[in-house]
Each structure stands twice: as C-alpha cells, then as structure tokens.
C-alpha cells in the first residue's frame, strides 16, 4: 500500500526475557514501530548494523558486551553514532553512564505509556 510510512526498527537489547517481550510486544502492537529483541550485546552489534535501527533500547546489564560497552562501540562507529540509545536499566545511577554524560535514560520498573511517550519523542516522523 502506498503512502503508509515505513514502520520504524527498534532493537531492544535487553537479557530479561519478560521484560524484552513486554517491551516488544508493547511497541509492536503500535503502527509506527518494528522491534526485535536481542539477549547479548555482541549478538546485538550484529543485529544493530544490519537492520536500519531508529532506536536502541538498552539495557546496561548484559552477557557479553556491558550496554556501556557496547554504546562506546556503537558511538565510534559512523555508521552507528547517529542511532539514538534509551537506556532502559534499573541502574540509572551508573556511575559509567555520569562519566559519558549519558541522561537519555528509563528506569525499570517503567511505566508503558512513558516508554511509548519516550519512544515517540525519539521516532518523531520526519516532516518533509
């Protein structure tokens, strides 16, 4: 169907299993968004460089890559600088989040109308 815009890819990089279908199911079932979980950031930097990600959701606490680490990966690449991160961690306090200046965060637990909200200020449609 032409005209409809192009669902936007969300990568959810969160090992919790709950909380990642949760979060996938619930921006799945918005019309604007197309997530996929990945469980471990290694696996992650994969997924990430070959979808065209408009967001990452994060998680810090990860098998493999740290989410910290695994943002540092992605911001010295150009190909992946430009995605925005939301963190979404228990862990905002993090003392390697105050040291990258990092403050696009949400705490878990969260609420789903602030991840959406939060998500949509992100994804904003771009206007032509």
Known sequence: MD????????VVVEDNEPIAELIKDT???????????????????EVIRSVKASLILLDINLPGLTGLQLYDILQADEATQSIPVLFVTANIMDPGLQRRGLSNCLAKPFDLDELLARVAAICRPEKS
Not at 29 to 44: F, T
């Open 3 to 10: 005209g409809l815009p192009e669902r936007k890819a969300i």
């Open 27 to 45: 921006l799945n079932a918005e019309p604007d968004y197309q997530a996929v979980v990945v469980v471990d950031g290694a696996l992650a930097l």
